[in-house]
């Protein structure tokens, strides 16, 4: 907000004031006012100050800067007059085109003395440099061959030493070769740039260091953010960096410019940078500064005392809401008894409506702190601090208590079916009934469809009758809203202090067993044991221990051969994971699939086993597939069709030669987004096997849905076929139906000759097993590959 506007509202609001107290608003508003408006003078006269600083040492900077490059023409031009000197001497050149090495270093050395340069050098076409010191001759062999035509100078960097050279050829009529003079850009140079200036300025050299940003040769100047923008010129031509810029140094703030120094590529490897500290530029407004900072605060003291003494009309009564606020704060009632009917007198009739309304919100608050809003029972936090209290009256007086944990069973399919605010008004018909049932209980809602029951004291067989009746009520459909629902419920019971001796271990054990009891089928009621604890925790170190797996790639892969009876030859590898713990050794699929499927592991792990997959089968026969099994969680992730187009990407191969197994468990949540999938998946090129056909109640459906590429005929049906007479009916059923789809078959878990002779006259296409072949490794593949014919059953 403007002062302008503060005005304009102070101005509105003056007009409405009708009682004395207005002068203390006027005499606080006017000492507000004057602080902000001193504020604003000092802050533009800094503002003004600091330009005409900055603006001043700025031109002394460029100007500095161009008598540098002036001074340098110069000494170029008279350098250069010097070497051409030499270089068009006969002698001279006549010792370089006959490589008089001798005569050449004596010639150098007499033309560094009457230049006044430390370094002379002579460079030959192939490189060679006569004169100067090793770390610049390394450099300078390469520069005139480096340089655009036309240019006679350059800056190089040699080692941490910053030189610039001046080149004459010398011709014999050709070029044969060139003078170099190298002058040091140190520490010598940069003071004699220093006394050019009539302000006290400090040059600087600045070079390129291997990281690729600047630091400055005398170590005066730390590598900075700014320092990169202000000498970060790409081509070092212009003068970009004629703005000067603030640095914050060691020695104070300093203004700067730095003008590169072109070197022999695009992005130069020295810069001058010119420097003026900040203080010496703002001391001349010191004076000034401390004048207006001066006036300002007698102006300022002088209003405060005015204001002040206008005040104390106003003191006591806010004193008096003070007081009121801080015993307000620590929840004390309060009332603030203040007279009038100005502004003071409306605000404290406000406090009193205000600490009333707060008084009631948090009497509504702490209510709500400890019961559920829909139920009106006690919540989660409530029965924490009941089941605390009563365990430790169970461990000082040695009696029992019980936490019964309720999980209504089908509770989702109210809401599904009938909607939200019938689930609600069952979850209320369910309160009103808990109490009915345990009178004598504490009960408390958990979430949406979890209730617990805390009972203390009584027989020893009073959890064990009271579940059962909670039970048998709950067996009987609940009417909701005209509508007869069958809910039925699960339970878990933890008993106190057998099972725990506090509310965090007694609750865990009690949804423990509720968990046992839902893995029943629910409708049942368990008691808490050791050994599902001890699950528990072997459950949760599988867990994290698959977590590592896969940080820590413990995975890898076994190929089991599929065997095409038709072409007799291996048609394909099934990829099946295979985990190597660092302690237990090899674990069983069976064992931690399920683990990596509830806990969404499944995902990367398949991630992973697909592009592994893919990759191993680059290097087997063009007619030879990988078939890789896909669960349901991973099948209906939103990035499964992304992870496939990547595994064949990255490894090359065929989309052709990739065969996704499924089975029937992703059709769970509906056709219509499986089948759409399936469909880019064919479309892709990737083939798609219905897996353990026949185990479940609608896979024909699923066949009239999708024209799968291949059905797997499950092992169930195969290890009987020999010798059971239905067994064989339903596997030439299922290869009867596969031809009439145009589908290929392959049989799993053959195991025996007696087995692979009925299959191969039932016409069946392929088969699996240890008859063939045990899963092998990557690199055994190859040699199965090779071989016409392996049986290995044991």
């Known amino acids: 907000m403007t002062v302008s506007e503060v005005l304009a509202q102070t101005g509105g609001r003056l007009r409405s004031f009708r009682f004395g107290s207005l002068r203390t608003r006027l005499a606080t508003l006017y000492a507000a006012l004057f602080a902000v408006a001193l504020i604003g003078i000092a802050l533009v006269a800094q503002v003004v100050v600091s330009r005409n600083a900055r603006t001043t040492v700025a031109a002394e900077l460029v100007a500095s800067g161009a008598v540098y490059d002036r001074l340098w023409s110069l000494r170029e031009q008279s350098l250069r007059s010097a070497a051409d000197v030499l270089s068009r001497d006969f002698g001279f050149r006549s010792a370089a085109a006959s490589g008089d090495r001798s005569t050449i270093a004596s010639a150098l050395v007499s033309l560094r003395q009457r230049a006044g340069v430390p370094i002379a050098m002579f460079v030959d076409l192939d490189g060679g440099v006569i004169g100067g010191t090793a770390s610049v001759a390394r450099v300078a062999a390469d520069v005139p061959f480096a340089m655009a035509p036309g240019r006679r100078d350059v800056v190089i960097l040699a080692g941490s030493t910053v030189y610039r050279l001046v080149l004459s050829p010398v011709l014999a009529p050709t070029e044969i070769g060139w003078v ?188 709500l702190a400890f019961h559920d809003p829909l139920t009106g029972l006690p919540n989660r936090v409530s029965l924490r601090e009941t089941l605390d209290q009563v365990s430790a009256r169970v461990r000082r007086t040695g009696g029992q208590a019980a936490v019964l944990s309720l999980d209504l069973d ?35 809602r958990l979430s949406a469809d979890e209730f617990a029951l805390v009972l203390e004291g009584g027989a020893a067989d009073r959890p064990r009758a009271l579940g ?149 089968a680059t290097r087997w026969p063009e007619h030879v597939r990988i078939a890789v099994n896909v669960s349901a969680l991973q099948f209906r992730s939103p990035g499964f ?27 769970l949540d509906g056709e219509g987004p499986v089948v759409a999938l399936l469909h880019r998946l064919r479309a892709m090129g990737v083939r798609v096997a219905l897996d353990d056909f026949g185990t479940g109640y609608s896979s024909l459906s699923y066949l009239r849905s999708f024209p799968f590429d291949k059905i797997k005929i499950d092992r169930s049906f195969v290890t009987p076929v020999a010798r059971d007479a239905s067994a064989a009916a339903i596997v030439r059923a299922i290869i009867d139906l596969s031809a009439a789809l145009r589908t290929d078959t392959t049989a799993e878990g053959v195991e025996d000759d007696e087995q692979l002779a009925v299959l191969t006259e039932q016409g069946c296409g392929s088969i699996q097993g240890y008859l063939f072949s045990r899963p092998v490794d990557a690199a055994s593949t190859l040699e199965l590959l090779a071989t016409p014919l392996v049986r290995a059953a044991a």
């Open 410 to 444: 089908r509770f989702h399919a109210v809401n599904d079916t009938l909607g939200h605010p019938a689930g609600d008004a069952l979850l209320r018909r369910i309160a009103t009934l808990l109490p009915e049932l345990a009178p004598d209980a504490f009960i408390a």
């Open 468 to 616: 059962q009746a909670i039970l048998d009520h709950f067996a009987v459909p609940m009417m909701v809203e005209a509508h007869a629902v069958p809910i039925g419920v699960s339970m878990g019971i933890a008993i106190a202090p057998s099972d725990g001796n506090d509310a965090d271990t007694l609750l865990k054990n009690a949804d423990l067993a509720l968990a046992d009891a839902k893995r029943d089928g629910g409708g049942v009621m368990r008691f808490f044991e050791p050994a599902l604890d001890e699950a528990a925790r072997r459950r949760r170190m599988l867990e994290l221990d698959l977590r590592e797996a896969v940080a820590k790639g413990q995975f890898t892969l076994a190929f089991q051969p599929i065997f095409d009876l038709k072409a007799q030859r291996i048609g394909g590898f099934e990829a099946l994971l295979r985990w190597h713990h660092p302690d237990r050794g090899w674990l069983s699929p069976v064992d931690f699939i399920p683990v990596a499927e509830e806990t969404g592991l499944i995902v990367p792990i398949g991630e992973w086993v697909m592009r592994e997959a893919c990759r191993t």
């Open 641 to 667: 069709q992304t992870v496939v187009l990547q595994a064949l990407a990255i490894s090359g191969l065929e989309p052709r030669r990739l065969e996704v197994e499924i089975t029937e468990s992703v059709f």
């Open 180 to 367: 170099v003079f190298a002058v040091p850009l140190d520490a010598a140079e940069m003071r004699n740039l220093e006394k050019l200036s009539a302000i006290p300025l400090i040059a600087t050299m600045l070079r390129r260091a291997d990281d690729g940003r600047w630091v400055s040769i005398d170590g005066a100047v730390p590598p900075s953010d700014a320092l990169e923008a202000l000498g970060g010129a790409p081509d070092g031509k212009g003068d970009r960096h004629s703005a000067p810029a603030l640095l914050d140094l060691p020695d104070g703030d300093a203004l700067a410019i730095a003008r590169p120094l072109a070197g022999i590529g695009a992005k130069p490897q020295a810069a001058l940078l010119i420097r003026y500290p900040y203080g010496l530029a703002m001391a001349p407004y010191r004076p000034l500064q401390l004048g207006i900072g001066l006036a300002g605060l007698a102006g300022l003291l002088l209003v405060m005392a005015g204001s002040r003494r206008l005040a104390r009309n106003i003191a006591r009564p806010i004193a008096a809401l003070d007081r009121a606020a801080q015993q307000l704060e620590e929840g004390a009632p309060t009332v603030v008894q203040v007279s009038g009917r100005d502004e003071i007198g409306r605000l404290a009739a406000s406090f009193n409506r205000m600490a009333a309304g707060i008084a009631e919100r948090e009497q509504r608050i702490a209510h």
